[in-house]
């Protein structure tokens, strides 16, 4: 599960402590930056977005009701600011471009492919699925849209993805049947 | 290659490497107040403003100043000249974030405004940093702007008259003129005249000097 912050972290910042929400800012950067950089493709924008979000964080965290809540939170800031900018950004480099220059991960390079050929609504439920092991219902309240969408949009993703991940079919097939399970309330 | 797509969209994930944390930036602008958009009408602004550039490069949006000089005319108004410098309306926090790389100084933002200030313009050059700002309350609608002016150390405030064939941006009116400066840093500070009250100006002051420590 990503964004490992100790509750107490999360208390202690929420209490209003600038040297509690530098820490928790330092823990939650990490994440932050990944989950940017899976939605937006490019460093740069990832750095920007994942700073733009830890700054909302810094602001806002005391506004917080539910320290609970807060991994749900942070990934919808995350996830806003990077959809943001890359809606400001529409001359941004397409995700297999920038992501395939990167040598060392050669066995990373068929997922980016395969994200890169996703429209961004489904991108981004499909990376806060799967890089980021967020439920259906975690995913709706990331992204403002019911989980049935959620369930919806993740079934169509797969079936895009398909014809270019058959070299993942075991786990893939099982999470697509889980899902159409959970979907049929079985 | 893995067998299991979830896997490797985890493995991809903890390929992706991290840059350090950018904790001063985070906490500079956490500290500033309000980025957004202004929702006020430009009018109001420009003619509030009464900035005008002696060449036209203004207007394309794109101007021109580099090694910018900051001085003040016989009348006291401030006036920067140089090279190359990039004006922005309603600038965003990337505008602001770009300027700020692009600065040959560090730059201390300004801290300490009074709650509800707006950004609503930025000139940035390498040299100088010019923020504008929409200063919150009813009170101050007539005179509701507050210019400040960072540069660079080593570039002095004088009324020297600006090299001939550079671009100069001078501020005509009671907001042109200085009404206080410091130093943070490696940074000039100057405040121009507004609505300010002693109060908030000496609030800003501390607030900058205080930050500026801190980084």
Known sequence: MAIPVPMELVEAARAGGPLQIEQLVEAVWPDAYRLARAILGERQGAED???????????????LRSSAAFRVWFYRIVVREASDLKRRRSQSEPISETLSSRTEQTESIDVWRALSVLPQHLRDVVVLRYFEDLSSREIGFVL????????????????????????????FTHAANEERTNAIGL | MQSDFSVACKHARDLISVPAVPLATIRNAASYPTFGRSTRPGKGLVAALLVFCSIAAIAAGAAVWKGQHVSFDRSGAIQLSGDQMVWTKNPSIDDLRIAIRQAHFPVVLPAGL?????????????????????????????????????????????????ERGKYVLRFVGPTGRERDHWIVGNETVTILQSTLTPVELAHIKSAMIAQSQRQ
């Open chain 1, 49 to 63: 977005a994942a700073q733009e979000a830890c700054i909302i964080l810094y602001r806002s965290i005391a506004t």
């Open chain 2, 114 to 162: 009074p709650m509800g200030s707006t950004l609503v313009a930025l000139s940035a050059g390498s040299d100088a940093l010019l923020l504008r700002y929409d200063l919150p309350g009813a009170w101050r609608r007539a005179d509701h702007i507050l210019g400040i002016v960072l540069s660079k150390q080593m570039l002095s405030i004088d009324s020297a008259t600006p």
């Open chain 1, 144 to 171: 403002g849209i019911p989980d049935a969408t959620v369930r919806f949009h993740l079934a169509i993703a797969r079936r895009r993805l398909r014809p270019l991940l058959d070299d993942y079919p075991p786990q």
